[in-house]
């Protein structure tokens, strides 16, 4: 594979699943099943004498072309035989990218889109402030016109959320896949933490969501949960199974995805829970709000 172009790297095609292609010394291209090409390394750590796996994600082909890979994966390769944390070093300089960005925006608020995106969030704090906590199940409401299927062969889909109600999940058809829209209840929001030593990457590190919904809640807007259905295991359709102290996934269950196919779990921002056999979080698809009450599957917003 070490032969391989951009232009090679441009014509692969999605998968049902996700599949790798490899290109030596652990550097590895990710291709989602919704054709999102990301470039991966994969490397081991060594603590207590005891060898670990990790994935590091290096970015996005269409910003990272593979001769800039191929440098940015030999630094890396470099700093971990050095003893560097690459993961540690990475979390600390989103921090501060963020806190950056949060002070650049309070010093340029006229501009459209911060004064536009600072509105839309004050919004739906209000909404919030109203939620009650209860679980209102609506399993399944894919009710799609024709036209609407037709769209879901591959071009974006409009999903209607004002009958959405707190704590039920709503699943439409994008690109032959389930999407999944889950209106969180205020609790839920609360629930979730920051970090979790259950949750095998808490910190959203690998990139299988687009750069906005990079939160522990890994949306847009905490209320609304929107995830590809399929599990990154096998692609199986995980269960919603919102409700914690289950039962049936015991009582340290805390509310989120279950896959019946192999036992994975994951928590309800789609968080892939340490132990199991699906390597990664849930995909998030890109979208964005075109109203309070209506989310385009398929494409990022203008305003990200
Ligand atoms: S496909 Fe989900 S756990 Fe195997």
């Not at 060898?51 to 072309?65: H, L, S, V």
């Not at 739906?124 to 609506?138: D, K, N, P, S």
């Not at 609790?187 to 299988?208: A, G, N």
Request: glycine letters at 8%; proline letters at 6%; charged letters at 25%.
């Amino acid at each position: 594979m070490s032969s391989l172009t951009d232009k090679d790297i441009k014509a692969l095609q999605p998968k049902d699943h996700h599949y790798r292609v490899a290109l030596g010394d652990g550097l590895f291209l990710w291709i989602s099943s919704s054709g999102k090409k990301s470039w991966q390394y994969r490397y081991h750590v060594h603590s207590n004498n005891i060898r670990k796996e990790k994935i590091y994600t290096i970015g996005d082909f269409q910003q990272i072309n593979l001769s800039h890979a191929r440098e940015l994966h030999a630094t890396l390769r470099k700093e971990v035989l050095q003893g560097i944390d690459i993961q540690a070093v990475k979390v600390e300089k989103k921090k501060s990218y963020s806190t950056s960005q949060e002070n650049a925006m309070q010093t340029t608020s006229t501009q459209p889109t911060v004064s536009n995106r600072r509105k839309f969030l004050t919004n739906m704090t209000q909404v919030m402030g109203g939620i009650g906590g209860i679980f209102a199940l609506i399993p399944f409401l894919s009710s799609m016109s024709p036209s609407e299927r037709a769209k879901s062969a591959g071009a974006p889909i409009e999903i209607d959320i004002s009958s959405l109600q707190p704590g039920a999940y709503k699943v439409v058809e994008w690109r032959g896949k389930p999407v999944w829209v889950v209106r969180r209840t205020k609790k839920m929001i609360e629930d979730t933490l920051e970090d979790d030593e259950v949750l095998r990457d808490p910190q959203s590190v690998e990139e299988h969501q687009p750069e906005y919904t990079q939160n522990k809640f890994r949306s847009i807007n905490p209320e609304y949960l929107v995830l590809l259905g399929v599990c990154t295991h096998l692609g199986c359709s995980p269960l919603y199974k919102p409700s914690p102290k289950s039962k049936e996934l015991g009582l340290d269950w805390t509310g989120g995805f279950f896959c019946p196919c192999h036992g994975s779990k994951f928590d309800l921002s789609g968080r892939v829970h340490k132990g199991v056999p699906a390597p990664y979080n849930l995909e998030v698809p890109p979208y964005y709000f075109a109203s309070d009450t209506r989310i385009i599957v398929g494409e990022d917003g203008e305003n990200v």
